[in-house]
C-alpha cells in the first residue's frame, strides 16, 4: 500500500457504488466525487487561476506533452515546479502524454521504447518514453503524475486493444520503477475499451503495481454514451476501494452523474471553458446558447439560482448583446458561470453522498442534468 | 453657467496650466486629471467591469455609433438605460459618433443634416444627425453627452478645416437644444485643427454655447506629437476655466502628462487594453513586449513597483511562456497590469496638483513616461 497519498474513504452510498473520498497530496486535502479544470500550459482558458480558487477547485489538470515542449523540463527545473511558476498553491496532476499518443497518432511513430512525436514548436524530434514522462512530471512536480499510456480509439479491434493494454502495462512497470523516491504520486490506467475481458486483464495487472490511484483511460475517444457508461461501472469494480478512480477525459455534467454513481471519483474536461468561447452556457433547465436571437431582451440572468459573479449581474439580453459584439469578455464571463456550475454539481454529489441522500439527488437531477445536453429556447 | 455639472476647481498649478478639479455627475463624483477607459459596445476588452472600479476608474467611454446599431436604441429605453444594462455604477461618457464620421468617412456621405451611414450588420442606412445622436445619447442614459461634431484630419488644408468647424458649431448649437431637458451633462467640441486661427475661432463659437464642459476634437487624427502638445497648449486656454477640459482619444502615458501640464483635465484611448491584446506591458521603466525571447528566464515581475494583481504574483518568464503559447488568458493578465499604470499616473498627477509638487512629478517622470514609448531589452 502507497503512503504517497493517504486516503479515506469518508462515505459509501448504499443505493449505487457512489463513494466520497479525502485524499492527501504534497499540496492539501482534496475531497471527492472532484472536477479537474484544465490547465494545458499553465493556465486555465479565459479565467485567472485565483477565480478558480475562490471557487473552490482544489486540483488543476496540466499536460506534461505541452509543457515539455513550451516552455520545457528546464524552466520547471529553475523556478521550482509548476506551482510557483503559475502561482497555484492547491494540487495539480498532470496527464502523461498518453492522449497525446491518442490524439497525433497520425503524426506520432509508436515503438515499444515509446511515442516519437515531432515539436510544433521548431519540428524537432521528440521520443516521450515512459520513463522520460516520468522525468518531465517530476520536474513539473504535480502532486499526481500519471504513467505513459498506449491510448487507442475504444472502438478499436480486439487483437488492438490487447496489444495497447499489453503494452500499457509494460510501459506502467517503467513508469513506477522511474519514480523513484520522488513524494509524488503516481496512477497506473487501465485501457482494455468496452471489451470486459480486457478490462479485467489490464486492471489486473496495473492493479498488481502498488500505485496511489488508478484511471480508466482509452474512453470518451469514440464509444457510445451508453456503452461508456457500463464500461464505467464494469471497471469501476476492478480497481481498489480504498484508492482515487480517476475517469479521465470526462465530461459533461449527465456524464458526471452517471460516472459518479458508478464508483469512479476524479473527472477532467475542456467543457466548461471551450463552450465559453463559442457562447454557450450551462444552466440547471438545460444549455444556453448565446448567439441565438430568442436571449434578446430577456432580461433574466443565465441561471437565477447560479450564485457566480456573472449571474448575480448580467441578463441573458445583455450578454447575448457581447456575443454579438464579439466582445472578448464573453468567453471570461461565461466561464466563470460554468465552473460555478460543474463545481456546485460535484459539491452537491459530494453532499449527498455524504449524508445518504446520493439517490434522492440522482433522481432529482438526472433528467435535468440530461438536459443540459440539450438546448431550449429560453 | 450650467448647473447639471457642478464644478470645483480644487487647485490650479503655478509652475504649469495643470490644476484639479472635482465635478459631479449623474453618478458620483469625478476627479481630475482623469483617464477614461473605453467600454465602446458596453464593455472594456478583456477586463471585468468590477475591476476597473476596483481600481478606482469613475468614468468609461462608451460609443454612441455602435450602441445604436447594436443593441439598439430600444434596448436601453428598456432597460433603462447602459448602468443597469452593464452594471456600472459610477459614470459614463458617450462618445456621440463624430469620431466614426471622420474614421468610416470613405463611406459615409456627410451633409448638413447629419452623416449617413450603412450598418455593419445588416446594410441599412443610419442617417446620424446631432439630434438623432443626442436622442440616442438620452436613451443610453450617459452622465456626459458628447455633441455631434465634424472631424477631419488635423492636416487637412485651412478651408476643409474652416468648413468642418464651421459645420461643428452649427452641429453643437443643435445638439444643444436637442438635450432639451434631459439631466445629463453635455459636452462641445472645438475643432479647427492644428491652426491657431481657426481654434480662436472654434473656441468662441462653442463657448458661447453653455455647455457643461468642452473637448478638443481633431487631434490625435495624423498630426505630429509636437504639434499636437503646441496645440493642446493653445486651444486650452481658450476654454472656460471652471470647465472640464478633455482631449479626446489619447493616449500615451507621455502624451497624458504633457496634456495635464498644458491645462487639460480628460481623456480617453485604447492603448492600455489593445496593448494588452498584443502581448504588450507599461512598465515605469518602459514598454515589454512579451512576444521577445528575452523575457524568457526572466523571474522579475512586469513591474516591480506594480501593486497590480499581475505583477504580485506572475514572472516575465511566466508571462512570456503564456504569451508564447498563446493563452487566451493573456489579455486579461495583461489589461489589468496596464489599467492599473494608466490610473496610478493619473492619480499621481493629481496627488501632485494638489500639494504643489506638480513640476517635481514632471521633471522625475517626463524622461521615464517618454521611455515607456520605447522598448527596452530586458
Given at each position: 500500500m502507497s503512503t504517497r497519498l493517504p486516503c479515506t474513504v469518508e462515505a459509501r452510498d448504499t443505493w449505487s457504488r457512489a463513494r466520497a473520498l479525502t485524499f492527501q497530496t504534497l499540496h492539501g486535502s482534496v475531497e471527492t466525487p472532484i472536477f479537474m479544470p484544465v490547465a494545458t500550459q499553465a493556465a486555465l482558458r479565459h479565467v485567472d487561476l485565483s477565480v478558480a480558487s475562490e471557487l473552490g477547485y482544489q486540483v488543476l489538470l496540466a499536460n506534461t506533452y505541452h509543457l515539455m515542449i513550451r516552455p520545457g523540463i528546464e524552466r520547471f527545473r529553475a523556478t521550482g515546479g509548476i506551482h510557483p511558476f503559475m502561482r497555484w498553491g492547491h494540487s495539480v496532476l498532470t496527464d502523461s502524454g498518453g492522449y497525446q499518443v491518442f490524439s497525433l497518432s497520425k503524426q506520432t511513430k509508436i515503438s515499444e521504447d515509446g511515442a516519437l512525436f515531432r515539436s510544433y514548436t521548431d519540428g524537432t524530434k521528440i521520443m516521450l518514453t515512459p520513463e522520460r514522462s516520468i522525468e518531465v512530471q517530476r520536474a513539473i512536480g504535480s502532486d499526481i503524475m500519471m504513467v505513459l499510456d498506449h491510448c487507442i480509439?475504444?472502438?478499436?479491434d480486439t487483437q488492438a486493444l490487447r496489444h495497447a493494454l499489453e503494452r500499457t502495462t509494460r510501459w506502467a512497470k517503467r513508469s513506477f520503477d522511474a519514480r523513484?523516491?520522488?513524494p509524488q504520486s503516481l496512477f497506473g490506467i487501465v485501457q482494455g475499451g468496452c471489451d470486459e475481458q480486457l478490462r479485467i486483464e489490464s486492471a489486473r495487472q496495473i492493479t498488481d503495481?502498488?500505485?496511489d490511484g488508478f484511471a480508466l483511460g482509452g474512453?470518451?475517444?469514440?464509444?457510445?454514451k451508453q456503452l461508456r457508461d457500463d464500461t464505467i461501472e464494469f471497471a469501476a469494480?476492478?480497481?481498489?476501494?480504498d484508492r482515487p478512480r480517476y475517469v479521465m477525459g470526462i465530461g459533461t455534467p449527465i456524464d458526471l452523474l452517471e460516472a459518479v454513481r458508478r464508483g469512479t471519483d476524479m473527472f477532467d474536461c475542456i467543457l466548461p471553458t471551450a463552450l465559453a468561447t463559442q457562447g454557450v452556457a450551462y444552466t440547471s433547465l438545460g444549455k444556453v446558447d448565446?448567439?441565438?436571437?430568442?436571449?434578446?431582451?430577456?432580461?433574466?440572468?443565465?441561471?437565477?439560482?447560479c450564485p457566480c459573479a456573472t449571474c448575480a449581474r448580467f441578463t441573458r439580453d445583455y450578454l447575448h448583446h457581447l456575443v454579438k459584439a464579439r466582445e472578448s469578455i464573453v468567453p471570461q464571463y461565461l466561464s466563470v458561470h460554468n465552473l460555478t456550475f460543474y463545481r456546485s454539481l460535484m459539491r452537491r454529489m459530494r453532499e449527498a453522498i455524504l449524508h445518504g441522500r446520493f439517490r434522492e439527488l440522482y433522481e432529482n437531477e438526472a433528467l435535468r442534468l440530461m438536459a443540459t445536453d440539450l438546448e431550449f429556447p429560453t
Open positions: 480509439s475504444s472502438t478499436s523513484g523516491n520522488s503495481i502498488p500505485f474512453l470518451a475517444v469514440g464509444e457510445a469494480q476492478l480497481l481498489p476501494e448565446l448567439r441565438r436571437g430568442v436571449y434578446r431582451a430577456v432580461e433574466q440572468p443565465l441561471d437565477a439560482q
